[in-house]
T-cell receptor, first 115, second 111 residues
Framework: NAGVTQTPKFQVLKTGQSMTLQCAQD?????MYWYRQDPGMGLRLIYY???????DKGEVPNGYNVSRLNKREFSLRLESAAPSQTSVYFC??????????????FGDGTRLSIL | GENVGLHLPTLSVQEGDNSIINCAYS??????FIWYKQESGKGPQFIID?????DKRQGQRVTVLLNKTVKHLSLQIAATQPGDSAVYFC??????????FGQGTELSVKP
């Protein structure tokens, strides 16, 4: 199993350009998440989708939009990129078993630089 | 509050020694906690988790301790190896199933 797959792995954008980061999971998880990680900091939640058809804002949603395309795929869009959005972006998925939360599984990230 | 520091706390240990990484969490209502390991250029990798009805859980070479009274979590790694060198994050589950991550601790293992 591939787990969580993110594309692209690297991207450089100019200020004002738009871009969509793709994420797919093959674990049949209901919940999916987008985080950003800045140097020396932990991960901060941008948006999440508790189940197919629902999305909610996380801690730092401004400047981003998301789409839960189907159960497998959850994309993150930057409509007008800004230098402050230079970061490493991680997608994760998780599920609930027997009423108990299970660990989130992460992809290897997209490294995004905005000039 | 939000961490703004650019330098992670670091822990340097000798190969073969035991390591203890500490974490303070913020929400007394959190009922699920996870430790992740992150190697350079990779995503966080699950190590071990613990629910709030427990105060200790053991895995292979790792033990997590939970002290709800002082909202403290620790990760103990036995017989630390060079391959354990990484950044370690604790995370707590808050309302809605979301995870709040700590800043992270960089573990460096000297051969």
């Amino acid at each position: 199993n591939a787990g969580v797959t993110q594309t692209p792995k690297f991207q450089v954008l100019k200020t004002g350009q738009s871009m969509t980061l793709q994420c797919a999971q093959d674990m049949n998880h209901n919940s999916m998440y987008w985080y950003r990680q800045d140097p020396g900091m932990g991960l901060r939640l941008i948006y999440y989708s508790a189940s197919e058809g629902t999305t909610d804002k996380g801690e730092v949603p401004n400047g981003y939009n998301v789409s839960r395309l189907n159960k497998r795929e959850f994309s993150l869009r930057l409509e007008s990129a800004a230098p402050s959005q230079t970061s490493v972006y991680f997608c994760a998925s998780s599920d609930i078993q027997g009423g108990f939360s299970q660990p989130q599984h992460f992809g290897d990230g997209t490294r995004l630089s905005i000039l | 509050g939000e961490n703004v520091g650019l330098h992670l706390p670091t822990l340097s240990v000798q190969e073969g020694d035991n390591s203890i990484i500490n974490c303070a969490y913020s929400n007394s209502a959190s009922d699920y906690f996870i430790w992740y390991k992150q190697e350079s250029g990779k995503g966080p990798q699950f190590i071990i988790d613990i629910r709030s009805n427990m105060d200790k859980r053991q895995g292979q070479r790792v033990t997590v301790l939970l002290n709800k009274t002082v909202k403290h979590l620790s990760l103990q790694i036995a017989a630390t190896q060079p391959g354990d060198s990484a950044v370690y994050f604790c995370a707590e589950k808050v309302q809605g199933g979301k995870l709040i991550f700590g800043q992270g601790t960089e573990l460096s293992v000297k051969p």
